[in-house]
């Protein structure tokens, strides 16, 4: 019986090509000051990539080449030195040779006893210790901001619903939740309310000042108002580094009024893809 298999039919062959692939991707990094930030699309390029989806199979050579000649030219611009356009991520030559091993060897770090479970545990642990968390605290890689909000902002909200939220669902809470961010914030936490079944509504947009900071005042002002008309304050999303201009919100002021009234503090930022981070501060208690 013939053993089917996934193998390349020819090994050396693929080792010639990795080579080259890696030599490529070594001269695109270093040589990127010498190219344009970003140029349009020819339209032929264009429509190659609306065409049906291929029936057969073509060589892996062939395939790369066609990523050579119509992606590599074509860069959103994020990792050339002059891309000043925004607040984003750039790529890592590093980082690059970590996700082709990572892929190599293809782990599922939903758990079991393996070595890239230890890294994934490894890595939160690191983290953990740099912004001073306790022992028992925990967290999660995930795969950017808007995950890493989401996930944040629920376990706010569940904490701060004083039920069994998870249990129970938001028809059982007895007054509306409220959440509040700068107008600065970003986007995704609109999603994220929006997602967790509060409404947009329930993202208070609290004014910036001249520096694009949240106004404290202000902040002051729509949680006692919100208060008075029955809601229940739960959350202030601090931004460390706005999308639009990198404002750093004033973090100590927040935590303080966070620490009086009893709110939950969730600081979006300290990243760009890593995610962020959540920190709760009780009324007098654990700062
Ligand atoms: C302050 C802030 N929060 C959240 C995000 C969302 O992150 P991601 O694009 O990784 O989902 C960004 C992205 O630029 C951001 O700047």
């Not at 001249?210 to 931004?239: Q, S, Y």
């Not at 100590?252 to 009234?261: L, N, P, Q, R, S």
């Amino acid at each position: 019986m013939v053993e089917e298999t996934l193998d390349p039919a020819d090994w050396e062959t693929l080792r010639v090509l990795a080579r080259r692939v890696v030599d490529d991707a070594i001269n695109y990094t270093r040589d990127v000051r010498d190219r344009p930030l970003w140029q349009d699309m020819p339209p032929e390029v264009r429509t190659r990539f609306r065409s049906p989806a291929p029936q057969k199979g073509r060589p892996l050579a062939e395939v790369y080449d066609d990523l050579v000649t119509n992606l590599l030219p074509y860069p959103m611009g994020n990792i050339h030195p002059r891309f000043w356009m925004w607040y984003m991520g750039s790529s890592n030559f590093t980082g690059a040779l970590g996700d082709f091993l990572a892929a190599i060897i293809g782990s599922n770090l939903g758990g079991g006893d393996h070595a890239a479970a230890e890294i994934d545990k490894q890595v939160v642990n690191w983290l953990k210790e740099m912004m001073g968390y306790p022992a028992t605290s925990s967290g999660t890689l995930v795969s950017g901001g808007s995950m890493a909000n989401l996930i944040g902002l629920t376990v706010a909200r569940n904490q701060m619903s004083g039920i069994d939220l998870r249990e129970l669902g938001l028809g059982a809470l007895n007054a509306p939740l409220r959440f509040y961010g700068s107008d600065q914030i970003h986007s995704c936490h609109q999603i994220a309310v929006e997602a967790m079944g509060m409404g947009n509504r329930a993202l208070c947009r609290v004014p910036s000042d001249a520096a694009c900071r949240m106004d404290l005042a202000a902040l002051h002002r729509v949680v006692a108002n919100d208060r008075a008309a029955g809601l229940h304050p739960a959350c202030v999303i601090a931004t460390a580094g706005t999308v639009n201009t990198g404002a750093i919100d004033d973090l100590a002021a927040i935590a303080d009024f966070c620490a009086d009234e009893g709110l939950w503090l969730h600081v979006d930022g300290l990243h760009q893809q890593q995610g962020a981070i959540h920190v709760r501060f009780q009324r007098g208690s654990d700062r």
